[in-house]
């Protein structure tokens, strides 16, 4: 019995090293596209702006994961470089959603996501990244 489920918490392993990798890397994206650092807007001013930004990348990076993982063949190696692939995609995406926004909207988008009330563009990029994730998420489909 223990060699049937092996194979399976090896790639969940494999996988989840992968996701919390991508997580990270949305997390710096994040970072880099707001004044201050990160962590203390969220975890010591208690900033909605950027908690929601962070918030709605990881959930898009969790979709165009997960959409991918689903897809994947049984070959595990050709499972996570797909993976991979896809989840540098949808991120590049995303942070290319933000500056697009940031430059068609007046003043700067990352000044705002510092501000202490919600801002209605912290909103419109927030969406914009479940959107891209779920178009991302269609196409490996």
């Not at 807007?41 to 689903?70: E, F, K, M």
């Amino acid at each position: 019995m223990l060699q049937q489920i092996l194979p399976g918490l090896a790639a969940a392993v494999a996988y989840g090293v992968l996701g919390v990798a991508m997580m990270a890397l949305g997390y710096v994206l994040v970072d880099l596209a707001t004044p201050g650092k990160l962590s203390d807007l969220i975890w010591v001013h208690r900033n909605p702006n950027a908690a929601l930004l962070l918030v709605s990348g990881l959930i898009g990076v969790g979709v165009v994961l997960t959409t991918a993982i689903a897809a994947s063949p049984n070959d595990l190696v050709a499972g996570l470089l797909a993976s991979l692939a896809y989840g540098l995609l949808g991120l590049i995406l995303m942070s290319l959603a933000f500056l697009i926004i940031d430059a068609l909207t007046p003043g700067k988008l990352g000044d705002e996501l510092a501000t202490e009330r919600l801002h209605p563009g912290t909103w419109v990029s927030a969406g914009a990244h479940v959107v891209i994730a779920v178009i991302i998420a269609a196409a490996i489909w």
